[in-house]
């Protein structure tokens, strides 16, 4: 990953390492990242705290799927890439215009401060999700 294709990913994994060692964000914080990302921080940080973003844990193989709850559905967040399936990450982040959408921001924040919803499912359910995820699923 190369920090001029992702700007602002440099200062939150530096937040995120700090806030990691804390247990929790500071005022210092919150100002590095509006600063980094601006209007994408709020919705990210509503996210949070309304428990919109989900860690799957498959067993028995320990897969693990992020997935943030967004206003229009859900969607898969491959934190190590960095990638989000929502549209403002093709739009907007991949021409440039946002540093990334909030789902990102939102999943490592969640991740760092350990406030996510866990579920757990058989293995078996994995490809039921990424179908759900793809639009292909019942819902979709």
């Avoid at 994994?13 to 964000?25: N, P, Q, R, W, Y």
């Avoid at 406030?115 to 639009?135: I, N, P, S, T």
């Amino acid at each position: 990953m190369r920090e001029s294709r992702w700007p602002g990913l440099r200062e939150l994994e530096l937040v995120c390492s700090e806030v990691a060692e804390l247990g929790h964000l500071t005022f210092g914080h919150l100002a590095r990242l509006y600063r980094a990302f601006g209007p994408r921080l709020p919705s990210a940080l509503e996210a949070l705290r309304e428990l919109r973003v989900k860690k799957y844990i498959f067993r028995p193989s320990g897969r693990v799927v992020w997935v943030v709850v967004g206003r229009e559905r859900e969607y898969l967040v491959l934190p190590k890439a960095p990638f989000c399936s929502c549209d403002d990450f093709y739009f907007r982040v991949m021409d440039g215009e946002a540093v990334l959408c909030y789902h990102i921001i939102a999943q490592r924040l969640a991740e760092c401060l350990n406030w996510h919803d866990v579920v757990e499912e058989d293995d078996e359910a994995y490809g039921e999700l990424m179908e759900e995820l793809r639009g292909l699923g019942p819902e979709g």
